[in-house]
């Protein structure tokens, strides 16, 4: 039988990607883009309903954020994730994707800046790589996640 540390600790074969934004479109382009592998996409539409998605999902390891919110900003969600014990890694999106963005993201201690619109095959190795560091940051074992199709 198992204990309760390694029933806490079991690897699943999903990872959990939090996409909050106002626009429902990107909800759309995200699930279209990780809809095919074993990831399963939860959404929020604003700060107050991402902090709820954080409470009741425990397993999400990487948040998806439209840089400008209302009220509040990526910036609001970041603080917020630095306060969990186990924070996912924040991955801020922006159709004005510029270096100053991706410096003060980074900066703060966000993953990465996308681009909108999306592309797949960024979208898919940026996730990739925020659940990687994320895992390797609460010292989860690892686990094999489904193979994923690159779009071109």
């Known amino acids: 039988m198992k204990t309760q540390a390694e029933i806490q600790t079991a690897p699943t074969e999903t990872l959990a990607v939090l996409s909050i934004s106002p626009n429902d479109d990107d909800h759309s382009s995200l699930k279209s883009i990780i809809g095919h592998s ?7 539409h604003n700060l107050f309903t991402a902090r709820a998605s954080l409470l009741q999902q425990q397993d999400i390891s990487v948040v998806v954020c439209e840089s400008d919110l209302m009220p509040g900003s990526w910036i609001d969600i970041l603080r917020h994730l630095q306060s969990m014990q186990q924070p ?6 922006s159709r004005l994707a510029d270096d100053r963005l991706w410096s003060d993201v980074l900066h703060r201690g966000g993953w990465d800046v996308l681009a909108k619109p999306f592309v797949p095959g960024e979208v898919l190795h940026s996730v990739k790589l925020a659940w990687d560091h994320w895992r ?11 193979v994923i199709k690159e779009a071109s």
């Open 38 to 44: 074993k990831w399963t996409l939860v959404t929020a």
């Open 88 to 93: 996912p890694s924040l991955i801020v999106t």
């Open 136 to 146: 390797h940051q609460t010292r989860l074992p690892a686990f094999e996640l489904s």
